[in-house]
């Protein structure tokens, strides 16, 4: 791969975070000003220094450009194209190759939340837990709307699933078994969220769970599972691997809606009853 | 989209869905009989309980929930044969076919 010089800012350019880029957001001691430290943050991989120029208000698309050569040579942002060989290889991303448990700790916390979990399971036909391993505030795409993946393999509940998120504004990419998902993964942008069944042909979601979590550029998407399976067990198996939220089938649209836009921190309410 | 735009989508998918739900069971009915019959191999009783939890998954979504429940009930059944591609016992085979074929009287009536 060539890599791009990133100490030279065009318009059309996309810069994201490196990895000292993104410890500089998650520690409580940067010494960055607010305007940069907001700058860190929308560069997301996806906006280009333009929208994110025209995100900030008062700026100049040069200004922008210049701040984010300023904040490559601090090493805290490159360009998209150059972190991307590191953050999108897919290539093991279904391989057979052992892949780590989740920790004591996380099983621990898993265990204390499926437990309440299966309670509001029982009460309300949903469980949700807001964001807890995302690092970085979720800020709507810029110059365009959220996107998802929906991975479902019946048809017309992934159509449905669509249709709710598409009310939402979301962009929805449709995936059903392995290859799909690896496509669908692959696609940019990112996507803000993916609902995910369990029991797919060729492939079993909760293994796809796990090796998002363990995925360079996917581990902080969010994930919730939409599955029949309903036992304490299962919704351990889906917490204790990253899931930020657990709805069993049969799907009611306002449940869903209200849960992902839960997850994502977004103040909408449903609007379907 | 608006929410009376989002309510007719889920109306039309929920007719579509009804629409081929009867088809869609003849392929389970036919599927449990190969492989009762030994007409194909019991490895495949994996195909028919992914068939079974999908429609367990899927029809009570679409307001089809007596066929939903049948097929989840079927799907239990299977439950401690599926991973070994083993069959269950004569009494668990015949209960499965009644379910099936109960599973196709829900749905005539759809």
């Given at each position: 791969?060539?890599?791009?010089?990133?100490?030279?800012?065009?318009?059309?350019?996309?810069?994201?975070?490196?990895?000292?880029?993104?410890?500089?957001?998650?520690?409580?001691?940067?010494?960055l000003?607010?305007?940069?430290?907001?700058?860190?943050?929308?560069?997301?991989?996806?906006?280009t220094?333009?929208?994110?120029?025209?995100?900030?208000?008062?700026?100049?698309?040069?200004?922008?450009a210049?701040?984010?050569?300023r904040?490559?040579?601090?090493?805290?942002?490159d360009?998209?194209?150059?972190?991307?060989?590191?953050?999108?290889?897919?290539?093991?991303?279904?391989?057979d190759?052992?892949?780590?448990?989740?920790s004591?700790?996380?099983?621990?916390?898993?265990?204390?939340?499926?437990?309440?979990?299966?309670?509001?399971?029982?009460?309300q036909?949903?469980?949700?837990?807001?964001?807890?391993?995302?690092?970085l505030?979720?800020?709507?795409?810029?110059?365009g709307?959220?996107?998802?993946?929906?991975?479902?393999?019946?048809?017309?509940?992934?159509?449905?699933?669509?249709?709710?998120?598409?009310?939402?504004?979301?962009?929805?990419?449709?995936?059903?078994?392995?290859?799909?998902?690896?496509?669908?993964?692959r696609?940019?942008?990112?996507?803000?969220?993916?609902?995910?069944?369990?029991?797919?042909?060729?492939?079993?979601?909760?293994?796809?769970?796990?090796?998002?979590?363990?995925?360079?550029?996917?581990?902080?998407?969010?994930?919730?599972?939409v599955?029949?399976?309903?036992?304490?067990?299962?919704?351990?198996?889906?917490l204790?691997?990253?899931?930020?939220?657990?709805?069993?089938?049969?799907?009611?649209?306002?449940?869903?809606?209200k849960?992902?836009?839960?997850?994502?921190?977004v103040?909408?309410?449903?609007?379907?009853? | 989209?608006s929410?009376d735009?989002?309510?007719?989508?889920?109306?039309?998918?929920?007719?579509?869905?009804?629409?081929?739900?009867?088809a869609?069971?003849?392929?389970?009915?036919?599927?449990w009989?190969?492989?009762?019959?030994?007409?194909?191999?019991?490895?495949?009783v994996?195909?028919?309980?992914r068939?079974?939890?999908s429609?367990?998954?899927?029809?009570?979504?679409?307001?089809?929930?007596?066929?939903?429940?049948?097929?989840?009930?079927?799907?239990s059944l299977?439950?401690?044969?599926?991973?070994?591609?083993?069959?269950?016992?004569?009494?668990?085979?015949?209960e499965?076919?009644?379910?099936?074929?109960?599973?196709?009287?829900?749905?005539?009536?759809v």
């Amino acid at each position: 791969m060539v890599l791009k010089n990133p100490f030279i800012a065009f318009e059309h350019d996309v810069y994201a975070l490196t990895r000292q880029g993104q410890e500089e957001l998650r520690g409580g001691g940067t010494s960055l000003s607010a305007a940069d430290l907001e700058l860190l943050v929308r560069a997301d991989g996806r906006a280009t220094v333009a929208q994110i120029a025209a995100s900030m208000q008062a700026l100049p698309a040069q200004a922008v450009a210049q701040a984010c050569v300023r904040l490559a040579r601090a090493g805290l942002l490159d360009l998209a194209t150059n972190l991307q060989d590191d953050s999108l290889d897919f290539t093991d991303f279904f391989s057979d190759k052992p892949r780590a448990a989740p920790s004591q700790e996380e099983l621990a916390r898993a265990k204390a939340e499926a437990s309440t979990g299966v309670s509001s399971l029982k009460e309300q036909g949903y469980y949700v837990c807001i964001a807890r391993r995302r690092i970085l505030p979720h800020l709507p795409a810029i110059g365009g709307g959220r996107s998802a993946i929906v991975v479902e393999d019946d048809p017309q509940l992934g159509a449905l699933l669509k249709a709710c998120l598409e009310s939402e504004g979301f962009s929805v990419r449709l995936a059903a078994n392995r290859n799909e998902v690896l496509s669908a993964l692959r696609e940019p942008p990112l996507p803000d969220i993916v609902l995910l069944d369990v029991v797919l042909p060729d492939i079993d979601g909760f293994d796809v769970l796990l090796r998002m979590r363990q995925h360079q550029a996917l581990k902080s998407v969010a994930v919730v599972m939409v599955t029949s399976q309903a036992t304490r067990e299962a919704v351990l198996k889906g917490l204790a691997r990253g899931a930020e939220g657990y709805i069993t089938k049969p799907v009611e649209p306002a449940t869903l809606i209200k849960a992902v836009l839960a997850v994502l921190g977004v103040q909408e309410g449903p609007r379907v009853k | 989209m608006s929410s009376d735009a989002l309510r007719r989508e889920l109306d039309a998918l929920s007719a579509e869905y009804r629409s081929r739900l009867p088809a869609k069971l003849a392929e389970i009915h036919a599927l449990w009989f190969d492989l009762a019959s030994g007409a194909i191999p019991a490895a495949r009783v994996i195909d028919l309980r992914r068939e079974l939890h999908s429609i367990a998954g899927s029809a009570k979504t679409f307001g089809v929930a007596a066929v939903g429940e049948i097929a989840a009930a079927a799907e239990s059944l299977l439950d401690p044969f599926w991973q070994h591609g083993a069959l269950p016992e004569p009494a668990g085979r015949a209960e499965l076919t009644r379910l099936i074929d109960a599973l196709q009287r829900a749905a005539a009536t759809v």
